[in-house]
């Protein structure tokens, strides 16, 4: 069972950035982030695969986001800058195998969440 723990988030005005993290208990190859905001359906925001890592993003924050991972503290960052009051929602970390890692973003690749963090912005 992989344990998940985000941080992060926060509240922030239009235009600037914040770094969320997301500490997870043991190695998996496909670490992610996921956002849920209210009424919506739970949307990929980006994914990076364990080894010479690889990256996927979704459209709406690609070049505004940036995910990495340091492996030896099993950790997973996103950086979000250029933030959109349309970037607000519930920010959920994700642990998954290899097949998880697809440019689908698909949340339903992934068996570990964490509890999640909020993002709000303002404009």
């Known amino acids: 069972q992989v344990q998940l723990v985000e941080s992060g988030g926060g509240s922030v005005q239009a235009g600037g950035s914040l770094r969320l993290s997301c500490a997870a208990s043991e190695y998996t190859y496909c670490l992610g982030w996921f956002r849920q905001a209210p009424g919506k359906e739970r949307e990929g925001v980006a994914l990076?695969?364990?080894?010479?890592?690889?990256?996927y993003y979704g459209a709406s924050v690609k070049d505004r986001f940036a995910i990495w991972r340091d492996n030896a503290k099993n950790t997973v960052y996103l950086q979000m800058d250029s933030l959109k009051p349309e970037d607000t929602a519930l920010y959920y970390c994700a642990a998954g195998p290899s097949t998880a890692f697809i440019p689908a973003l698909d949340p339903t690749k992934f068996g570990y969440w964490g509890q999640g963090t909020q993002v709000t912005v303002s404009s």
């Open positions: 990076i695969s364990a080894f010479s890592p690889r990256t």
